[in-house]
């Protein structure tokens, strides 16, 4: 019975295993979610849902914000964040997860009055760090934000 073919069929070839559909993002250093590069609104909401903690409801609030503020905003997902921009003018902010807090970037900052507290080593770009006890609860501080925001929708923006 030697040299006598086996009738077993070959076995099927292994599949990786599929990630589950409900997989939450990965986060990144300083808990940042890991979001793939993607335009529209379904990745924003995505990074948003998956931004840890506290995090998440100041996403929220700062993209219902925008929305409110510039109503034909275009969004997308670049580099791990939620940018904002105009049709035909470019990007004009986005957000990202530090440890303990959230940086808001306003890519053309210094032309914008008041000018946003924080500086950068460039001379456009200004940010707005939002830490946990300082969310925007005030009215006065989401009225500063909401007007940043006017103000960097109506400028030309950032082209990558």
């Known amino acids: 019975m030697a040299n006598q073919a ?31 590069k993607a335009d529209g609104d379904a990745p924003v909401q995505a990074y948003i849902a998956a931004m840890p903690g506290w995090k998440s409801d100041v996403g929220r609030r700062l993209d219902a914000l925008i929305v409110r503020t510039v109503p034909e905003v275009r969004k997308a997902v670049k580099w791990n964040s939620p940018f904002y921009g105009v049709e035909g003018q470019g990007w004009f902010l986005s ?36 830490h946990e006890d300082e969310e925007l609860d005030e009215e006065l501080d989401e009225e500063q934000v909401a007007s940043w925001i006017r103000q960097a929708a109506a400028l030309p923006g950032w082209k990558p």
Not at 24 to 36: C, D, M, T, V
């Open 95 to 130: 957000f990202h997860c530090f440890a303990k807090y959230i940086k808001v970037a306003f890519f053309r900052g210094a032309s914008l009055r008041p000018v946003p507290p924080g500086e950068s080593k460039d001379k456009d770009p200004r940010y707005l760090d939002i």
């Open 6 to 36: 086996s009738t077993k069929p070959p076995k099927p070839a292994k599949q990786p295993a599929a990630k589950p559909a409900t997989a939450k993002p990965r986060l990144l250093a300083g808990g940042n979610p890991q979001i793939a």
